[in-house]
């Protein structure tokens, strides 16, 4: 199974929870709380907010995506990069999620101290981040790709604990 498919199962697991505890919490990616003076994005962006949505993020995956030298990812297909959730799709990989390996463990050491299940789009934001790790473990060699790798398995079990806690409700502290 490759990791898109992966991504696609646990995006969509996700859609169908429907069990969410709302108290308060630190915020896992302030980036996403914070305004941009140089863009029109809206505060927080959020891709799935149905289905639907889940399977265009899918789509997003699939095509194929460009990383630039200064990290900035964009969708190659022009047809996809031109409807209005690819702007989203977009603010949210290049403003939001981390990309430096320090940030990314910090991530991994707050949702393994998080309480309770993921709100949604911290939950899509997490995935969003475990497919740009995999991007980065792929293409690094060396020391490097072993980094990497460490943080990608790390956001994996956060995922799977986090999938694990939704579904057994009463089993989650």
Known sequence: MCWKTLLLLLLYYDAQATLSHRWSRAVLFPAAHRPKRSSSVPLNPVLQSSLEEVELLYEFLLAELEISPDLKISIKDEELSSLRKASDFRAICNDVIPKSIPDIRRL??????????????????????LAYTAYRTASSQGHQKDIWAQSLLSLFHALRHDLMRSSCPRASP
Do not use: W
Request: glycine share 4%; proline share 5%; charged share 25%.
């Open 108 to 129: 991994s050491a707050s949702l393994s101290n998080h309480p309770g299940i993921l709100k949604k789009e911290d939950f899509e934001r997490t995935a969003l981040t």
